[in-house]
């Protein structure tokens, strides 16, 4: 967190059922100024309770990182995404380094 303005980076977890969703949203994100960097995880496996029947899917990991504050991300993300229900996920971030923290605020503008 930058003292001197209050602002904060926030790194953002959620998936996506394929790559090529997994970089739709991300290019969303880029070009809309919502993010500053996302990191795409290929191939994850997740597991879970369908029906009563256990469902073993391959999903994408997305690590947002942005300067937008949780609720303004989170409906973004929700709008924008091709699950009906996603899960997004704020991370805490206690301290980054300070250059990166700069290089972020050049690139992302918080919503108005």
Not at 42 to 57: G, H
Not at 65 to 71: A, F, I, Q, R, V
Not at 75 to 91: C, E, R, T
Request: glycine share 2%.
């Amino acid at each position: 967190m930058n003292k001197k303005n209050k602002k904060k980076i926030r790194l953002v977890y959620t998936v996506c059922g394929t790559k090529k969703d997994a970089l739709e949203l991300g290019k969303i994100l880029i070009s809309e100024k919502k993010a500053v960097c996302i990191n795409i995880l290929d191939k994850m496996l997740s597991i879970y309770e369908e029906n009563e029947k256990i469902i073993k899917s391959k999903e994408c990991i997305l690590l947002i990182k942005t300067l937008l504050k949780s609720k303004e991300i989170f409906k973004f993300i929700s709008q924008n995404h091709k699950y009906k229900i996603p899960f997004v996920a704020d991370i805490k971030i206690k301290k980054i380094n300070n250059e990166y923290f700069k290089w972020a605020e050049k690139k992302t503008f918080r919503s108005k």
